[in-house]
């Protein structure tokens, strides 16, 4: 059974630092997705890693995956009030499960002035 | 804009009152997902369709059930709703199996059991 784990759960950062979310996860995976989600709000897509070494940059956020490791991970630079969200991981069960997720129990981080 | 639409946004049943909450989608995709979640937990997968071969979940209630009369359209069915099922209910949709983009979700319905 895939399973998949965050850390930290909870963050709590300055505007203006950086800090990393990582996406550990149990069985093999070559797909890897992380979400975004508002109090109250649906998922909002953020990434989509689809191979080994893949990385994936937006604004302030970058993902990366690594396979062997079974480890992706959020990197957050001069973070912003803006980006206080829950954010998850989901990864592919792949297989015959192709599209299936499993998601990581979410990080919420909270950004201060 | 297409789009993935669901109704109502906030559902109010009683203890043991079928409850039917809908999905829509305008970007023609051939899978539909309904994903619960609880509070402040993650989404669980109930149920998926691929076109309409329908994929339950092994640990998914009897209680649940899903609908899909045409691509458009999904409905998930609870049948005898309890206490325990108050949650978000998010329907998503992907364009195939392969997993090579993303599940775009709709805004959820929010499921409260009196």
């Known amino acids: 059974e895939l399973k998949v784990e965050q850390n930290p759960l909870f963050l709590s950062m300055q505007e203006g630092k950086n800090y990393t979310i990582y996406c550990n996860y149990s069985?093999?995976?070559?797909?890897l997705y992380w979400y975004r989600q508002d109090p109250g709000k649906s998922l909002e897509s953020l990434f989509v890693?689809?191979?080994?070494?893949a990385v994936k940059q937006e604004g302030r956020l970058m993902a990366s995956l690594d396979t062997k490791a079974r480890l992706s991970t959020l990197h957050i630079t001069a973070a912003v009030h803006d980006l206080s969200a829950t954010y998850f991981c989901?990864?592919?069960?792949?297989?015959?499960?192709?599209?299936?997720?499993?998601f990581g129990q979410g990080t919420i981080l909270t950004v201060h002035p | 804009d297409a789009m993935v639409i669901q109704n109502p946004r906030y559902q109010v049943t009683q203890f043991g009152k079928p409850v039917t909450l809908s999905c829509s989608q305008t970007l023609n995709h051939n899978v539909m997902y309904w994903y619960q979640q609880k509070s402040s937990q993650a989404p669980k997968l109930l149920f998926h369709?691929?076109?309409?071969?329908?994929?339950n979940e092994a640990d998914t209630p009897d209680n649940f059930q899903s609908r899909r009369p045409n691509t458009s359209f999904c409905f998930l069915d609870i049948r005898s709703p309890g206490l325990g099922d108050a949650a978000m209910y998010l329907c998503?949709?992907?364009?195939?199996?392969?997993?090579?983009?993303?599940?775009?979700f709709g805004p959820g319905t929010r499921l409260l059991v009196l």
């Open positions: 989901a990864v592919d069960q792949g297989g015959t499960s192709y599209g299936k997720l499993t």
């Open positions: 998503a949709t992907s364009r195939d199996e392969k997993g090579e983009e993303t599940q775009y």
């Open positions: 069985t093999t995976s070559d797909r």
């Open positions: 369709y691929y076109d309409k071969d329908f994929n």
């Open positions: 890693l689809l191979s080994n070494g």
